[in-house]
């Protein structure tokens, strides 16, 4: 039987998956997307390496591909659990990108009518405890993006997915089932986020959010794309927790993409605001950032509109390797915040709808 701790992670990654599809990517849930880079396996969905094939429990693909550059993929992993994640883990998502990305062979590729479309694969791991030491600096090395959960910023969310994975948790214990369904829950939370993308494009498969819990869990057994699940959980009481899910996710969260080896994930004040101003303005924003408090460096970072309109506060927490690096005991601590500013954080780009909005900060001259 699952733990707690690994059902909180799997649903968090639904959670997260939900981020992405708002973020400019498009979701891989069934291997008949890309037959020849995934398949079917016996818990989901797999991605072909060179050496095995990998879980791929939330993989998501960017919409626009970038010039001169292989269309990008990226692996999320949650981890929900007491302790940070470590060395270990951070070495397990080189692993799998790196056999990923070497896939593609010269002999195979000869023998196809029509070329296998290659990719880049990327990984995105997220903690809701941190990381180590040791396990930030291999990621920092390897470019594996790492994401803290754990500002204070996130309580309501994790408090969500907590809540929903007791409940499947129970359920799982009144069906008396010994092996957990993960295909066949995975697919129900995505039937009632609006992740699942099997038909080629972003879609709810014609399902409205009214009365047809019934019928969308017998969908998320029909879809289910794990091929060695006997047992499984009751297909309405599984829907209605997934439901229950959906209408609790109401969390505007934004994923930022600095010049930097890391990625932000923004938290809005107020979400609607934020929309009007980006409705009024246009795709490049002159902005101000400054710490949450005068006198802290740790903690949330707050992005305002430089034009001095109360338009937005976008609110992040950097990594915590570069949170050390500032608080340094030397009272240098403000002099380098500058220079992260400066240098890390000039530009950070995200989407919002079918657009590329940058955050652009310039810092001012000091007299």
């Known amino acids: 039987m699952i733990t707690l701790d690994a059902l909180r992670g799997h649903v968090l990654e ?10 400019g990517y498009h979701l891989l849930v069934s291997e008949r997307q890309d037959p020849d880079a995934l398949k ?14 990998h879980q791929a429990d939330v993989l998501g693909e960017l919409v626009r591909p970038a010039p001169f550059s292989l269309p990008l993929r990226i692996f999320v992993e949650a981890k929900y659990r007491k302790s ?11 692993g799998v990108i790196h056999d990923v990305n070497e896939q593609y062979g010269t002999a195979s590729a000869g023998s196809r009518r029509i070329p296998m479309r290659r990719y880049h ?10 990381f180590t030491r040791p396990a930030q600096h291999y990621a920092l090395a390897q470019q594996i993006s790492l994401v803290d959960l754990s500002s204070p910023a996130f309580a309501s969310l994790l408090a969500a997915v907590d809540q929903t994975a007791r409940e499947l948790h129970s359920l799982a214990e009144r069906s008396r089932i010994s092996t957990f369904p993960r295909g066949q829950v995975r697919t129900a939370l995505r039937l009632a986020l609006g992740t699942w993308t099997a038909d080629g494009h972003d879609a709810h498969v014609g399902v409205e959010r009214t009365d047809h819990t019934a019928l969308r869990g017998q969908w998320a057994s029909e879809l289910n794309p794990a091929t060695q699940e006997s047992q499984h959980l009751p297909d309405e009481s599984l829907a209605r927790i997934a439901d229950d899910l959906a209408d609790d996710s109401g969390y505007d969260l934004i994923l930022g993409f ?4 890391f990625v932000l994930v923004l938290r809005p004040d107020d979400p609607h605001r934020l929309r009007e101003y980006l409705e009024r303005k246009s795709s490049d924003i002159l902005v101000n950032i400054a710490t949450g408090r005068r006198d802290e460096i740790a903690g949330d970072w707050v992005i305002t509109p430089a034009d001095e309109e109360r338009g937005f506060q976008l609110r992040f927490a950097l990594p915590t390797q570069l949170e050390d690096w500032l608080l340094r005991a030397d009272g240098a601590a403000a002099l380098r915040a500058r220079e ?3 240098a890390l954080l000039s530009s950070i780009t995200f989407f919002y709808g079918d657009r590329l909005v940058r955050l652009l900060f310039q810092p001012r001259r000091r007299t």
């Open 40 to 53: 079917r396996g016996a818990h989901g969905l797999l991605v072909r390496g060179r050496g095995t094939d």
């Open 14 to 23: 639904e959670h997260l998956a939900r981020l992405l599809r708002s973020n």
């Open 84 to 94: 940070k994640a470590d060395l270990r883990d951070v070495r397990n998502a080189h």
């Open 121 to 130: 694969y990327r990984y995105a791991l997220f903690s809701v405890s941190g």
């Open 340 to 342: 992260v500013k400066s």
């Open 258 to 261: 600095p010049p930097a080896p």
